[in-house]
């Protein structure tokens, strides 16, 4: 059954079209994850479905009733004093309590650490309705989306699958696009070359001689006036089946430069940073109690921890170099904060990353490039830029300084999913170490090579990446609980379920829920 339909739909800013969508269905129980590039209209759509703001023409058919859970919520105001990751998990458990039929989604894991994401995406699993999402988590529309709607170019395009599905149905699509323009591109200049030969034999047919007698050159010309006519004829048949030729548009090709980099000061040691003995408390909450880490030259090392676990924290004693804090004297770091404040906002987005580049300038504009920054784009001043745009040009700002350190705390917010993907392979190319915290799983599966865990007051190290040391983990835990006699096991089975039936809290539920299930699990391999 429809529950939304959209037909003929054209939204403006200004002289600005932002997208017109022809026709386009989303129908009950359909997951719906929508994504497209900073500006392409994503939170506009949302906004029309729900009712908030007007359209300049076309038709929009709601068949439901619509909850809709912004991503600049009112209730916000609500929640004053609590972290951006506290207000979030408020809103959305307050927002859904009580849904209708159709949940509207705009970024709902922004400030949402790891843990707090796993458990959204459960949460949103047990919804049974429509349901529209607007987001940049990559592990969220993959574990959630039935299909996926995509802005492109004030273009809209739906797809069956999820987010990893969607980008392999695209790549098929450019291929078959590039085949069949090569074909288009062939066909055509082999009609041209024949049209041009066509028109050169009728050129080049000799005359009757002057020496010939008449009833010869009568014979000749009628010859010659027959060849032509065929020529002409041909010509003229070319020429239409070149006019007939189904036009294919060039496939836009982005170029990918490679990252071509030099380094003067390399770290010789193993270790780049490094610290020992560090106690850090904030009133009677103690975030690190004689913690010690180690930071590997030349790693890719993601900081992970629930929010309030002290990664930012931890970031800010590095940078500071306060005390238990070494770092080799040939690291040159380049900082990525979430404050944003590394930017010249009176000048234009080149000359702020060209200002203190030690690339040139080919390299410089190739990085820009890489970040989906086109020619008009990097002509733009900085306060002109959006959210994601302003990341953008801090970390190409950084990625071309004299920096063999990267460290940067939550690059991945303001970014679409484009723009993670674009930063997810720089950082995979970049020669230098690489220290990052980040709420995108996504990015640190397929970024990091080794990990500083945050867990209470402590923060161990693991070579590995994130996917390896979550079954470690596992693996431990089942382990230890292979030992747990049957009666101690039907003791935790009855005091989980004993606090299920008294539990008001949504987060505690969905984590009682999973510890039950592997409980069940565990207790059904025994028998």
């Keep these: 059954m429809q ?40 939170t506009t759509f949302l906004n029309i479905l729900a009712g908030q703001i007007n359209y300049d023409l076309g038709v929009v058919d709601i068949k439901g009733k619509v ?92 797809y069956v699958g999820n987010y990893s599905k969607y980008l392999e149905q695209k790549s098929i699509n450019k291929k078959r696009e590039e085949f069949e323009y090569m074909q288009y591109i062939e066909k055509k200049n082999k009609l041209e070359k024949s049209i041009v030969l066509s028109k050169n034999s009728t050129k080049g047919i000799k005359k009757h001689p002057s020496r010939m007698g008449n009833s010869e050159a009568r014979l000749n010309k009628r010859q010659v006036y027959e060849t032509m006519e065929k020529l002409e004829g041909h010509t003229k048949a070319l020429e239409k089946r070149l006019q007939m030729l189904e036009v294919k548009d060039k496939p836009k090709c982005k170029k990918v430069p490679k990252m071509s980099m030099s380094y003067n000061d390399s770290i010789i040691s193993k270790i780049a940073i490094s610290g020992n003995n560090i106690n850090v408390s904030f009133g009677k909450k103690i975030i690190f109690n004689n913690a010690s880490f180690k930071v590997y ?108 350190v990267l460290i940067l705390d939550e690059p991945t917010n303001f970014l679409d999913t484009n723009a993670l993907i674009a930063l997810e392979e720089l950082l995979t190319e970049y020669k230098g170490t690489v220290l990052f915290t980040t709420h995108d799983r996504a990015l640190v599966d397929n970024v990091a090579t080794n990990l500083l865990i945050i867990q209470n007051g402590e923060i161990v190290g693991y070579e590995g990446d994130y996917s390896s040391y979550i079954d470690m983990v596992k693996e431990s835990k089942e382990r230890k609980e292979i030992n747990v006699s049957d009666l101690e096991l039907e003791f935790k089975i009855t005091s989980v379920l004993s606090k299920l039936s008294i539990t008001k809290n949504e987060d505690e539920k969905i984590e009682l829920e999973k510890e039950y299930n592997r409980l069940i699990d565990l207790k059904r391999k025994r028998i």
């Design 3 to 42: 529950k939304i339909i959209v037909k003929n739909l054209v939204k403006s800013f200004g002289e600005r079209e932002i997208f017109k969508i022809e026709s386009l269905e989303i129908n009950e129980n359909e997951v719906v994850g929508i994504v497209g590039n900073n500006g392409s209209g994503k």
């Design 67 to 158: 909850t809709y859970i912004k991503q600049f919520e009112e209730l916000e105001n609500e929640y004053k004093g609590l972290s951006g990751g506290e207000k979030t998990r408020n809103i959305l458990t307050t927002k859904l309590r009580d849904v209708n039929n159709i949940l509207l989604i705009d970024e709902p894991t922004n400030n949402l650490d790891i843990s707090s994401i796993e458990k959204l995406i459960i949460k949103l699993k047990r919804y049974k309705g429509t349901m529209c999402i607007v987001s940049h988590s990559r592990n969220l529309l993959d574990r959630l989306c039935t299909h996926i709607i995509e802005f492109e170019d004030g273009k809209v395009q739906k």
């Design 297 to 404: 030259t030349n790693s890719k090392t993601a900081i992970i921890g629930d929010n309030g676990t002290g990664k930012t924290t931890l970031i800010n004693h590095i940078i500071s170099s306060k005390q238990g804090i070494q770092v080799n004297n040939k690291v040159k770091i380049g900082y990525f904060s979430q404050s944003l404040d590394n930017l010249d906002y009176t000048k234009t987005v080149f000359q702020n990353v060209i200002k203190d580049s030690v690339q040139n300038e080919t390299i410089t504009r190739n990085i820009l490039a890489r970040l989906l920054f086109n020619q008009d784009d990097i002509e733009k001043n900085i306060s002109l830029l959006s959210g994601g745009e302003k990341v953008k040009a801090i970390i190409a700002k950084i990625l071309v300084s004299d920096s063999n």
